[in-house]
């Protein structure tokens, strides 16, 4: 049996934000457009209390879909140690605000291009504008951070005498077994 298995997850995705190498790094974010489901790759960012951060285009179809239904999942799975996370999560988009201009100060410079181009991320490729790029000041204005507050963790842990299963409530820090 995994003998804490709330302090082994918040030690993998520490290991996601701190190292780009890292299974955890790259995560799966689920949410809701209208009636579909839709995912998308996002790069974890940071860590606090009870919420994991991400950064995104505030022109993109997250951002629109959240203004709806704030409900979403955050998925990792690493092959190098066998372990999925689940993590049910609300998420709060932070524009214009003091964690936006954090998460900016901290972001690198080639990072902050992808919020130069000129029209939303899920719009369709035009010739004339993509090689055009926004002033950097201007980029800012289409950066936002994103808190997804954790509800829920479903960790699996793949093991050959027999997988792993828990769930841990994360405002209780109730951790329970579960059969995979
Ligand atoms: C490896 C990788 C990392 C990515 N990281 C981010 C990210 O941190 N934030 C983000 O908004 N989009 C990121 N993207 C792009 C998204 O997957 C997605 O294409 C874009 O955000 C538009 O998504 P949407 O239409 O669901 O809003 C990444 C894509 C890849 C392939």
Not at 104 to 123: F, H, M, N, T, V
Request: proline share 3%; net charge positive; with cysteine.
């Amino acid at each position: 049996m995994i003998n804490n298995p709330l302090s082994m997850v918040m030690k993998k995705i520490q290991e996601g934000i701190d190292s780009r190498h890292s299974d955890y790094h790259i995560m799966n974010v689920s949410y809701v457009l209208n009636t579909q489901i839709k995912t998308s790759c996002t790069v974890i960012r940071n860590l606090t209390d009870n919420a994991i951060w991400f950064n995104t285009d505030f022109r993109s179809q997250k951002v629109v879909a959240l203004e709806k239904n704030n409900q979403a999942c955050l998925h990792f799975y690493s092959k190098k140690d066998k372990i999925q996370m689940s993590v049910a999560c609300t998420l709060v988009i932070h524009h214009h605000d003091d964690f936006t201009k954090q998460a900016w100060e901290k972001a690198s410079l080639l990072s902050k291009q992808c919020y130069r181009q000129i029209g939303p991320p899920c719009e369709a490729y035009h010739e004339e504008t993509a090689q055009l790029k926004l002033p950097l000041k201007t980029a800012y204005e289409n950066f936002a951070t994103v808190e997804a507050t954790m509800h829920t963790i479903d960790v699996l842990f793949l093991k050959f005498g027999g997988n792993e299963r828990y769930l841990i409530d994360m405002h209780t820090k109730h951790c329970q077994s579960v059969l995979p």
